[in-house]
């Protein structure tokens, strides 16, 4: 998810109907410059090399999601068929990976070892990171951590002091870590999309 | 080093247009798809149509809190909305 702001002023964007690798390319109408849709970034136009900033997003069920944001409004309409109307991380998590990062520095965590781990400390773009996963919303989320351990202990997301922390909000009273992207891939297309990307693989 | 850093983000930005000249292509006119502009969301009480085990995308900006069901995205691929005051786009 991106902001629509860049440089003052707001961008509204359209389907140009071009697949790049297999990812939808959208076009701004103010100057019709064209962006993929994965990176933020713009290829081609006026625009072109501008990176649209990052909004923190989370993918989760329905279920978890109005629990947590009682107030939270929601898209209704009709659903679409085949694969993307039946996108379930649970069905088959061996085909997922999570993509942690933005544009194309990204690497990326598959949920069959996220499920076994629940929680993976990385190091990311020199940054010491957080990827870890709540089995029962299927959340998974990326946080740079610092020097914090964090591990799931009887059902909460503690540090290694054994501090409680929201894993859907990074936070802990005041404290908060600061969200990476992270976005369910099919494991094949991201090895598409980012060739030579980086896998994490445990040790 | 200010100038290598320009210069590098030059030739990567040159490297992602040459890779897209490469592997991109129309798969259908412009605008086919029907893009979601400043849709109308509704309360949590008012989804009757939204399953518990759906999988959503949520965001929240200040005190706004929005999500868009993947199962309906599917068929948008993309939204233009606005999130607290901050004008977003949601993309799947």
Known sequence: MYSRRLDGRTLTFGHEGILYKNSFVMYDKETKSLWIHTLGEAVKGPLKGKQLEFIPSFITTWKAWRTKHPETLVLTGRRARGMMGAFNLGRNPDRYGLSVGQGRETKLYPYSLLHKRKVIHDDFEGKKIVVAIDADTMTARAFECGDRKFRWSNGTFEDETGKAWDLLQGAMEDERLRPLPATPWLIERWRAFYPGGAEYESE | ?92
């Not at chain 2, 100038?3 to 040459?18: C, F, P, T, V």
């Not at chain 2, 939204?79 to 901050?86: F, K, L, P, Q, T």
């Open chain 2, 1 to 92: 080093m200010m100038k290598m850093l320009i210069l590098l983000m030059g030739l990567l930005a040159q490297d992602l247009e040459a890779d897209y000249e490469k592997h991109a292509h129309r798969a259908v006119p412009r605008d086919a798809f029907p893009v979601l502009h400043d849709p109308k969301l509704v309360p949590a009480a008012e989804a009757s149509d939204v399953r518990d085990s759906d999988v959503v995308i949520g965001v929240m900006v200040g005190t706004e809190a929005k999500a868009y069901p993947i199962a309906v995205m599917g068929s948008h691929e993309l939204a233009n909305d606005n999130c607290g005051r901050e004008p977003i786009a949601v993309s799947w």
